[in-house]
């Protein structure tokens, strides 16, 4: 089956089987960011924004991502053009080994999407299904303050 | 979920268990997918998504707050007339339950339509007196607590809704797990009504004893009519720690399910006296 899935603003015509899960559809495709763990939707390694929203893409049917907005963390932003938090996450320690990385960032995003100022409860509670085993959760909590702050500033886009 | 070879974008409810009947056992609809994803079922084949059939919505009318079927918990957790209803135990259950991403995908209509054995959702709408609104051959609406003893495969759920006569009424669920994600060693919910610091009403619910929800109305005729006091509540607590059926499984012992069962009662009781007062 044919479905139309606009990926960090671009449009694309996807050819996939209809029990196709989102996370391989996307690494198919090149998405590689996405990273995929537990795929029981408990590690938060996958996470990718579905119309703003975090969503676990290894349990995400992606027949129903059809008609719909996906980002991933490279839609946030990359090397050249770094995202407040991405330069926050580096800033703070808070990445060891960066496999979860990609899925701790979409969700930071979405949550300082909908809240710029959060206190350390909302980030605890938005990035609860973000597993990180190598930093612990202190320095990513910095972080997404230290990015909220910093784009409350207007200091980063 | 074996081998998919079709995803069918039902237009309307009616077309959707149309096509459901039409196929039997080897079709599912699709909620927010997470289930079928997880505990794949070899049979089936076809999968029907409901996301174009107006189940979408939080709609508030003179009697009811109807949540769509196709509503997500996370959605649940942010409505401004969710939260108001019987003190806002739902929007708060359905905030801190499973993790956030889940959240944005699971809907009610699937958490129902599942009921898993460790489900939170589904007895704490039991609790609030929900009433489920399907169509088989026709629509219906009946209490949710019924639907989930009876359910004939095949039924599309359409959603759910939560009575306003019990919106100013004391909702109050108690999850005791191991950690904020995990799921209920022991899990109570409750609906009270209060009159001049005496109870008016009670519904009590347990499930994750382990085993589906049980309503237990042995136990909530033991609060009605009484002052709420401490001494009220306890008393509950040993008749629901007498009524409760518990059981070991690799989680919990049945004995310390017991415990728990009184425990809740016990929290139950001190958060009344807080509305009481």
Not at chain 2, 88 to 109: E, F, K, V, W
Request: a negative charge.
């Amino acid at each position: 089956m044919r479905v139309s899935i606009t990926i960090n603003a671009v449009q694309c015509l996807l050819e996939i089987e209809p029990g196709d899960i989102l996370l391989d559809v996307l690494r198919r495709e090149g998405y590689v960011e996405v990273k995929g763990d537990c795929h029981t939707g408990d590690c938060g390694a996958c996470t990718v924004l579905l119309d703003g929203k975090p969503v676990a893409s290894c349990l995400m049917l992606a027949a129903k991502a059809d008609g719909h907005a996906v980002t991933t963390v490279r839609g946030i932003g990359d090397q050249r053009h770094p995202h407040a938090l991405q330069k926050a996450f580096v800033h703070n320690g808070a990445i060891q080994c960066g496999y979860c990385i990609p899925g701790a960032i979409t969700s930071a995003k979405a949550l300082l999407d909908e809240n710029p100022e959060p206190t350390r409860e909302d980030i605890r509670l938005a990035m609860d299904g973000n597993y990180c085993r190598c930093t612990g959760y202190e320095q990513q909590i910095e972080a997404v303050l230290e990015a909220a702050r910093e784009l409350r500033e207007g200091g980063f886009r | 979920m074996g081998v998919i070879t079709e995803y069918y974008r039902a237009t309307s409810c009616d077309d959707a268990h149309a096509k459901a009947k039409s196929l039997g056992s080897a079709a599912a609809y699709v909620g927010g997918g997470v289930e079928l994803v997880l505990r794949r079922n070899p049979e089936v084949a076809t999968l029907i998504d409901l996301s174009r059939c107006g189940l979408g919505r939080i709609v508030k009318t003179a009697e009811a707050l109807s949540l769509g079927a196709q509503v997500t918990l996370a959605a649940i957790s942010r409505n401004g007339d969710v939260k108001a209803y019987a003190g806002g135990s739902l929007a708060y259950l359905a905030g801190h339950i499973a993790h956030n991403n889940l959240r944005n995908m699971i809907t009610i209509g699937g958490a129902i339509g599942r009921n898993q054995p460790w489900n939170d959702i589904v007895p704490h709408l039991i609790a609030l007196g929900a009433y489920v609104e399907i169509q088989d051959d026709q629509e219906r609406v009946m209490p949710l607590s019924d639907f989930i003893r009876q359910r004939e495969p095949g039924t599309l759920i359409l959603g759910v809704r939560l009575p306003l006569v019990n919106a100013d009424l004391h909702g109050f669920l108690w999850r005791f797990t191991r950690t904020q994600q995990d799921i209920s060693l022991l899990h109570c919910s409750a609906l009270i009504g209060v009159q001049e610091s005496v109870v008016s009403a009670a519904t009590i619910v347990y499930a994750g004893r382990p085993g589906g929800t049980v309503l237990y109305p042995k136990v909530a005729a033991e609060l009605i009519g009484r002052p709420v006091k401490a001494e009220t509540f306890l008393h509950a607590g040993d008749v629901a720690a007498q009524a409760v059926e518990v059981g070991d499984d690799l989680r919990a012992s049945g004995s310390y399910r017991r415990e728990l069962v009184r425990a809740a009662m016990v929290r139950l009781g001190e958060e009344m006296a807080g509305v009481a007062q």
